[in-house]
């Protein structure tokens, strides 16, 4: 999957494998600006909601 955004100079890239490693993650984070934090904080509002 790819995502752009306005303002990210590169689009981020997921692939659809059962399980991300954690250096494309890294990377994504990186790409889009993004803290682990805030990663983590969305990915907990995934799984509840």
Known sequence: ???TKPG?????VIPR???VPVF????????AGMSRE???ELL???KSG
């Not at 990210?8 to 981020?12: F, G, K, L």
């Not at 494309?24 to 790409?31: D, E, H, P, Q, W």
Request: net charge positive; glycine share 4%.
């Open 38 to 40: 805030r990663y983590f």
């Open 44 to 46: 907990g509002m995934s």
């Open 8 to 12: 990210v100079v590169r689009p981020v």
């Open 1 to 3: 999957m790819v995502f």
């Open 24 to 31: 494309i993650i890294k990377n994504n984070l990186r790409t």
């Open 17 to 19: 494998y059962s399980a």
